[in-house]
């Protein structure tokens, strides 16, 4: 099922760059090939939503609501599943242990471990608290 106002609405979110954050209506316009009194209204309707601001009088950029979207995404995200094979990887092309872990504060708190697959392998007890981890 497709929503157009919807699709045009993300169209305008992609077309913003690291190499391009700012836009026109008429550049928008002219790349999605919609006409601008429609792109005049999806603006309207991604700034109430905090997804885009006006950064002056006729250029627009992602506003601070895409940026909590995207932190929403990675903390919903299963850490541990999706960096498995990423992690099982490393330990294989280096043939040492791999942990995956987190900063908490000041401690660290681990969340798996992939052990060397060597016949022989060295455990270093690690401290849960990390003094010397900078904020």
């Known amino acids: 099922m497709s929503v157009p106002g919807l699709e045009r609405g993300i169209g305008i979110l992609r077309l913003f760059r690291r190499d391009r954050p700012y836009l026109t209506p008429p550049q928008i316009a002219v ?12 603006l309207a ?25 995207g932190h929403e995404c990675l903390a919903s995200l299963d850490i541990v599943g999706v960096s498995r094979s990423a992690l099982e990887s490393l330990r294989d092309e280096t043939g040492w242990s791999v942990h995956l872990a987190v900063r908490h504060g000041r401690s660290v708190i681990y969340l798996v471990r992939y052990a060397s697959r060597a016949a022989v392998t060295t455990n270093i007890g690690l401290a849960h608290h990390c003094p010397r981890m900078q904020h």
């Open 31 to 42: 790349e999605l090939a919609i006409p601008r009194s429609t792109v005049h209204r999806l």
């Open 45 to 69: 309707v991604l700034v109430d939503l905090g997804l885009l601001r006006r950064a002056d009088d006729s250029r627009f950029a992602l506003a601070a609501g895409v940026l909590t979207l």
